[in-house]
């Protein structure tokens, strides 16, 4: 609520909640405490990632046109007289994800919002898939022209983030804009754009032109200049972020809503502050919804009833399906544009590449692995895929694994599809392969293995090795490396070159061990992941027929860690830190001490003007220096 009718509301209905629990009657009247209130209806998807419909069946009777029926709610909302207007809002990710959207670019998501009106969309980081002032946005930061079979435009929707600048500077890009100003039911909505610093989940060379600040209270602040400028009713902050945390952060006297993304939850509720804020899921299964009331005389605003609707759920699926035309539930127009996308890819979607006799789930194997089955299948194609290179090892990242195929019920037997490959691997990853040490490989597997969701975006999927390591207090250590050939490597040799392949965004990402390593193949003639898996999945069932045997290995294998007296274990015996002085350089050294030699390690220079190997320094020299 605006000003001090926030802080009274919030007075009052509290006292009405302790006086309901002893009033049953006073509880009905309650309900009526906005009668004479307008009413803007709050409606939002986000992380719809190409669902205009499901069409993992492959049947088209059983497609789901998930994102018509939330439509048909839309319309029914728009045309009711219990709302004075609706609100229609997405927090992005809005294309990449499933066949028919990925093979003509989101034409048809772009179409779909222009006809159901969306009020305003975030820019999410999966617009950055592909290129973002193309197929996401344009020059006047609105979402970019579509046509998809009968229908083409050009729709004025705004595409909104604040904080999105080009890199070394604070000049904003100009194909999105900062906030947009929308009138609802005679109020002003300020909507304000913006996202979390989500440039670590893009490509690296498709987020190089822009940095992101995603400092909270630089938000907050933007909030209130929006807010005065403006002079709005009513601030909303459209954001392809976590909604709790940053409603957490905001003044409730400035913002009146948050309406977030990109975690794939759902999520609704008033932060401790009385600042309400909603997530609705991802893939069209459902959307997040909220009513602003709006006093017509005072301009006193309350945000209430934040809520999750479910759209789509195994046991009413049929609801969603579009029976012959015959389905009231749905908006038949955006029936038409589903349909057109899914006709304008289907002639090549059905061609079958294998058969597999069990479910290939993202999902790790056992408890206390993070192998998958879907990992070890992939990451087995990349290695078909750069065989002509040698390659004894393949690394991808369970997140982008974006779906598991699962058998039918009852079914003993799966068809692997075309369309499987673009919805299991959307994102056109290039293959990068890179000539790597012993040491390198095992330094990659322990950046990979770490346990949390950032340290496998380096490549925790892999095959053509087993890896053993264990747990130590900074994270894990790789005690052995074997491959699929039984050749054990050696994980401290800086010498013999190995060749393993890796997807593009895990090789590009900060801090990986291939950052600033060069690909033995140039990049235009890299393989692109889904086009190469069908090629390869094309060529083996040519050799051996439809009938693929699903490697289920375990392939990281967490082992005891070894005992510290052991004289040929992997940790020290003895652990000293020196600081040396050899010419110009000054060296932080951790020397360590084993029961087979010793050797440097954690070696970081503070100048680097005539050392640059640490092997130049000696033992003595280290020794000399208490």
Known sequence: ??????????????????????????????????????????????????????????????????????????????ASQEYQDVLLLDSGDIYQGTPHSNLTYGAALRAAFDKMGYDAVSLGNHEFDWDVQTYAADQNGTMAPYQIGGFQGDSKIPVLMYNLYHVGSREKVPFVQEYTVVEKAGYKVAILGYADDYRADIMAEKIAPYEIDGSLEKLAAKAVEVKTATNADILVILAHSDPKEIAEAMDSEVVDLVAGGHTHTISYGTAENGVVYIQGNYQARGYAEAEIKIHPETKDVAVVNPNYTE????????????????NTDLDPEIVAISKAAWDAVKDEMYEVLCTVDQDILKTPIQEGTTTSVAGNWLTGLMLDATADLDTIAAFTNSGGIRTSLTMAEGAKTRDITVADIYTIAPFGNKIYTFSITGKQLAQHL?????????????????????????????????????????????????????????????????????????????????????????????????????????????????????????????????????????????????????????????IYEANRDSITDPNELQVGQVLQIP
């Not at 009718?5 to 309901?20: E, R």
């Not at 491959?483 to 054990?488: F, H, L, N, R, S």
């Open 311 to 326: 759209v789509y759920n195994r046991d009413t699926v049929e609801k969603l399906y579009d029976k012959n035309g015959t």
């Open 1 to 78: 609520m605006n000003k001090n009718g926030k802080k009274t509301l919030s007075l009052f209905l509290s006292l009405i909640l302790v006086l309901s629990l002893f009033s049953p009657a006073f509880a009905v009247e309650n309900e009526q405490n906005y009668e004479g209130w307008d009413t803007i209806k709050v409606f939002e998807t986000t992380d719809m990632h190409g669902y205009i419909t499901d069409v993992s069946s492959y049947v088209e009777k059983t497609f789901q046109y998930r994102l018509a029926y939330i439509a048909k709610i839309v319309k029914d909302a728009r």
């Open 446 to 602: 322990e950046n990979a293995l770490q346990g949390s969701y950032e340290n496998s975006n380096y490549g925790d999927q892999f095959s053509g090795i087993v890896v053993s390591y264990y747990k130590v207090a900074d994270g894990i250590r790789v005690s052995r490396i074997v491959t699929d050939k039984g050749v054990e490597i050696d994980i401290n040799d800086t010498e013999k070159m190995y060749n393993v392949c890796v997807n593009q965004y895990n090789a590009t990402l900060a801090g990986s061990v291939f950052e600033n390593l060069t690909p033995l193949q140039e990049d235009d003639y890299a393989p692109i992941d889904n086009l190469s898996f069908i090629a390869a999945l094309q060529a083996r069932r040519e050799a051996y027929g439809l009938n693929w045997e699903l490697d289920t290995s375990i392939r990281a294998v967490e082992v005891a860690a070894p005992d510290t007296q052991d004289a040929a274990s992997e940790n020290p015996i003895l652990k000293t830190t020196y600081v040396v002085t050899s010419g110009d350089c000054l060296w932080n050294i951790t020397y360590q001490i084993y029961g087979t030699g010793s050797r440097w390690t954690e």
